[in-house]
C-alpha cells in the first residue's frame, strides 16, 4: 500500500495561491506515474493534472492551465501542486493518486476552499 498523504489545502481569497504536497511513508512515488484529481460537492471526481516518472513537463485540465504546475522530488518522495490565481470554482476536495501497470493507489484528500 502506497499510503498517500497530502497536505498544503485551506481557505485562501480569490486571485491567492496554495501549494499542494503528496507524500508516502510506505512507497517510492518514483515508481509511478503521479496526478491530482479534485471532487467538488455533488460533481464527479475530475483530473486536474499528471506528470510522468520522470518528471519534466506535466499534463493539465483546460481549466487549470497556465496558473497550475504539477512538479515531483523523487529524491525527496514528494509530489507537488502550486496553485495560483486561484478561483471560486476551484474550491473541492484535492486527492493526489499514483498509479502504474499494477496499482493504483489513492490519497484521502485535502480541502481547497477559494472565497472572499
Known amino acids: 500500500q502506497a499510503q498517500l498523504v497530502e497536505s498544503g489545502g485551506g481557505l485562501v481569497q480569490p486571485g491567492g495561491s496554495l501549494r499542494l504536497s503528496c507524500t508516502s511513508s510506505?512507497?517510492?512515488?518514483?515508481?509511478?506515474?503521479l496526478n491530482w484529481y479534485r471532487q467538488s460537492p455533488g460533481k464527479e471526481r475530475e483530473w486536474v493534472a499528471g506528470i510522468g516518472i520522470s518528471g519534466g513537463q506535466g499534463t493539465y485540465i483546460d481549466s487549470v492551465k497556465g496558473r497550475f504546475t504539477i512538479s515531483r522530488d523523487n529524491f525527496n518522495n514528494m509530489l507537488y501542486l502550486q496553485m495560483l490565481t486561484l478561483r471560486p470554482e476551484d474550491t473541492a476536495v484535492y486527492y493526489c493518486?499514483?498509479?502504474?501497470?499494477?496499482?493504483?493507489?489513492w490519497g484521502q484528500g485535502t480541502q481547497v476552499t477559494v472565497s472572499s
Open positions: 493518486n499514483a498509479q502504474n501497470s499494477l496499482d493504483n493507489y
Open positions: 510506505q512507497s517510492s512515488l518514483s515508481l509511478y506515474e
